[in-house]
């Protein structure tokens, strides 16, 4: 390369993810890191749950510290955005006036919130997290408020919820499905969190919409539900999902529809700019009758980490398609919930386990899709050894309590 080297638009986890590694593999011409926020690049996880529970401060949540980026010669230009792509010129144009050439350019812009389209959504108290700037919001907040309502009851909406419930605060959670984490979850994982966040005080309202966000002296009082109930709040959590930043990369003439689409390889069709991490559709083996071109785009700290290393290599000479096996994990009160591989919603469920530790195996067309593991680690490492290995388990193998699923695991292929 030359001396413009690589360019990263994007300074999360995998945007820094991909600078550690590239240098690690001996890349040695110039790392640009451009990120819209004014932190070091930091893990966003705890954010939900321990940084908002006040178990760790802001410095615990740097990915490195400052030191880092000097002794490997990587350039961190913080509180700016990628505003624009030249590729014929390669340079990308920033939101201060500069631009940087590049040899080689990453979009890494990650996603933002999906807003709530409902009058009163722009008052003061209405929150929503995803970032440094959002935790600190919101812990102020909690740290003056009785009552909250979340709208929402996926991962972050119910990790707050938690958190909040056990700084006994009055919790409602709204939701328009009929079941937490609908979208992520079975249904046996989803009515055990529920009488978890139950069992803490947690309220909820499914098959719920909101209409509106009411107010008094500009700041959120409360919400109003499309049947008509009002639910009153000293400030309203908004977490509702998020939209892919892709509009960098459109506006550049780059196929990004729900995501920057790329390749096996995480390269866009311009051979100059690759994409990875929560902006980046990319086509998966665990993808395969899950959406209908086999591509999906995943929100999860291990994607993020996996693709900037995948990448990574590509850039330092040692390509390799990404086919990492995907993996979550969310802590909700006393529970932890670790997922392994991609299930989808019309996916058969088989327990394994009761009480408040158990698993429940997906199953799409007769082949093992995912595994949700409840306070069972043991069970999450064995899924992702057989997930990963492709290794074939049968519904009637994992419903068999007698069935040694660990040493099926443990075969050499």
């Not at 550049?252 to 690759?274: E, H, M, Y």
Request: charged content about 20%; proline content about 6%.
């Amino acid at each position: 390369m030359s001396a413009a080297g690589i360019v990263i638009a994007g300074a999360g986890q995998a945007g820094f993810q991909l600078a550690a590694s590239l240098r690690e593999g001996g890349f040695r011409d110039p790392i640009t890191l451009v990120g819209d926020e004014t932190a070091l690049p930091y893990q966003r996880p705890p954010l939900s749950k321990a940084y908002l529970a006040g178990k760790t401060d802001r410095t615990g949540l740097f990915l490195r510290q400052p030191g880092f980026f000097t002794e490997h010669s990587i350039t961190h230009r913080p509180g700016v955005s990628a505003v624009a792509i030249d590729r014929a010129g390669r340079r990308l144009g920033l939101s201060d006036g500069d631009s940087l050439a590049y040899d080689h350019l990453v979009i890494a812009t990650g996603a933002r919130n999906r807003p709530l389209p409902v009058p009163g959504a722009e008052l003061d108290n209405v929150h929503q997290l995803r970032g440094l700037a959002d935790a600190d919001a919101l812990r102020a907040a909690i740290a003056a408020a009785q009552a909250i309502v979340v709208v929402g009851a996926g991962f972050i909406g119910l990790e707050f919820a938690a958190v909040a419930a056990t700084r006994g605060l009055s919790v409602t959670v709204v939701e328009a499905a009929d079941r937490a984490m609908a979208r992520a979850v079975s249904p046996e994982i989803a009515r055990f969190f529920r009488g978890v966040h139950e069992a803490m005080g947690v309220r909820f309202a499914f098959g719920a919409s909101v209409t509106a966000i009411v107010g008094r002296q500009g700041r959120a009082a409360g919400i109003v539900l499309a049947d008509g109930r009002e639910l009153a709040a000293d400030f309203v959590l908004i977490g509702i999902g998020v939209v892919p930043n892709r509009e960098l990369a459109a506006a550049a003439g780059l196929p990004a529809d729900d995501g920057v689409r790329v390749d096996a390889f995480l390269a866009t069709p311009d051979p100059a700019i690759s994409a990875i991490g929560d902006c980046a559709r990319f086509p998966s083996p665990f993808a395969r009758g899950l959406t209908p071109d086999g591509t999906v785009r995943i929100e999860s700290v291990q994607n993020a980490i996996d693709q900037g290393r995948c990448l990574a290599a590509r850039l330092n000479g040692k390509p390799a398609p990404y086919a990492a096996l995907p993996w979550f994990w969310s802590d909700q009160g006393m529970h932890k919930l670790q997922i392994a591989g991609l299930a989808g919603p019309g996916d058969a469920s088989v327990v394994r386990g009761a009480g408040d530790a158990f698993s429940v195996f997906r199953f799409r067309d007769g082949s093992l899709s995912a595994v949700e593991s409840v306070d069972r680690a043991a069970d999450h490492m064995i899924a992702r050894r057989l997930l990963a290995a492709g290794t074939h388990l049968t519904p009637n193998q994992a419903a068999d309590p007698d069935f040694d699923i660990k040493a099926l695991a443990m075969r050499r292929p």
